[in-house]
C-alpha cells in the first residue's frame, strides 16, 4: 500500500535560517516516484521535483536541496536561507508504478518564515 | 498563456442542486485528473482520463461524473450536491498516463450551503 508520511504539521523559522521538511514513504513497488508540491497562499500547487527510485542522487535548485534515501524510505526537502516567500504548504506525494499516474499526498508541513 | 484552468474559481451553491466545473489544458498532455482538497488540506486523487479514456476511477460517490470531450478538456459534473462536497477542487494535466509530473489547475473553491 501507497502511504506517505509528513510529520510535521506546521513549522515556523525565521527569514535567513535553513529549514528542512521530512517525508517519509511506504511502498512495496521497487519502482516509484516521489515529488515535492509547493501550495502557496494563493493556493495553487506548483510543481518542484520528481525523482524516481533508481537516482537517489541528491538534487539541488538554488536554494531548494532534496536528500533521497532510499534505506530510510525518506525523501527530505531543505531551503536554505529560507525567505518570506517560501511561506506555503509543502506537499511531499509517492506514486507507483504499477498505479500509474495515481498521486498520494502526504497530510502537508506548513511553513510559517517571518521577517 | 494560463497552462490548466479551470472555471469557475469560486462555485457557491444550495445542497441538493447540481453542478459542473471545467477545466482546460493547453500543454499539449493527454492526461488529466480531478483532486479534491479538504478543509484540512489532504489531497485526494478522484478521477484520472488519458486520451479521453477513464483510468483511475478512485471511490468516489457516483454524484461526481468526469466527462472528456478531447485531451484538453476534463469537466467535472456533481449531482444532488451534499455539504460534505464542500472543498477545492483541483484539474491537472500530465505528458501522459506513466508517471509523470503533473501540473494543477488553480483550483475550484465549492462552498454548499
Known amino acids: 500500500a501507497q502511504k506517505v508520511t509528513q510529520a510535521q504539521t506546521e513549522i515556523s523559522v525565521v527569514e535567513k535560517e535553513d529549514v528542512t521538511l521530512d517525508c517519509v514513504y511506504e511502498?512495496?513497488?521497487?519502482?516509484?516516484?516521489l515529488f515535492w508540491y509547493k501550495q502557496p497562499p494563493s493556493g495553487e500547487l506548483v510543481f518542484l521535483i520528481r525523482r524516481n527510485s533508481f537516482d537517489e542522487q541528491n538534487e539541488i535548485s538554488g536554494r531548494y536541496s532534496w536528500n533521497f534515501q532510499k534505506s530510510t524510505s525518506s525523501f527530505n526537502f531543505t531551503i536554505t536561507a529560507s525567505q518570506v516567500v517560501d511561506s506555503a504548504v509543502y506537499f511531499c506525494?509517492?506514486?507507483?508504478?504499477?498505479?500509474?499516474?495515481?498521486?498520494?499526498f502526504g497530510a502537508g508541513t506548513i511553513l510559517r518564515v517571518k521577517s | 498563456d494560463t497552462a490548466v484552468s479551470q472555471t469557475p474559481k469560486y462555485l457557491v451553491t444550495q445542497m441538493g442542486n447540481d453542478k459542473s466545473i471545467k477545466c482546460e489544458q493547453n500543454?499539449?498532455?493527454?492526461?488529466m485528473y480531478w483532486y479534491k482538497q479538504d478543509s484540512k488540506k489532504f489531497l485526494k486523487i478522484m478521477f484520472s482520463?488519458?486520451?479521453?479514456?477513464?483510468?483511475i476511477n478512485e471511490t468516489v460517490p457516483n454524484r461526481f461524473s468526469p466527462k472528456s470531450p478531447d485531451k484538453a478538456h476534463l469537466n467535472l459534473h456533481i449531482n444532488s450536491l451534499e455539504l460534505g462536497d464542500s472543498a477545492v477542487y483541483f484539474c491537472a494535466s500530465s505528458q501522459g498516463f506513466r508517471v509523470y509530473e503533473q501540473y494543477f489547475g488553480p483550483g475550484t473553491r465549492l462552498t454548499v450551503t
Open positions: 511502498t512495496r513497488d521497487t519502482t516509484y516516484y
Open positions: 482520463y488519458n486520451n479521453k479514456e477513464l483510468i
Open positions: 500543454l499539449g498532455h493527454d492526461t
Open positions: 506525494a509517492l506514486s507507483e508504478a504499477e498505479y500509474g499516474n495515481k498521486l498520494v
